[in-house]
């Protein structure tokens, strides 16, 4: 009876497991989608800080915008966040 419950017991924790690690990989590809839209927007804030209809007080503001990109793209760099392919 008692390497019943034991088994039971590894089922459930595999099974547990089996829910993390599916969990795990929706985050990990939602962070890198995520990522990919700030690589894109801060694109895009740079195109108009360089275009010539851009003025000084908006300038100011979309040098801080660019820096908050910038952060939060530096943040999965330095936890060490490296892309997976995905195996087919």
Known sequence: MKSRDNIDKIKTI????G??????KINASTLWVILDKVDITAE??????NSKDCTVAASYMLNDVLKN???????ATNRGCKKVKKHV
């Open 14 to 17: 595999c099974s547990e497991l």
């Open 19 to 24: 829910d993390r690690d599916s969990q795990l």
């Open 44 to 49: 895009l804030v740079t195109s108009i800080l």
């Open 69 to 75: 990109l910038e952060h939060i793209r530096g943040e």
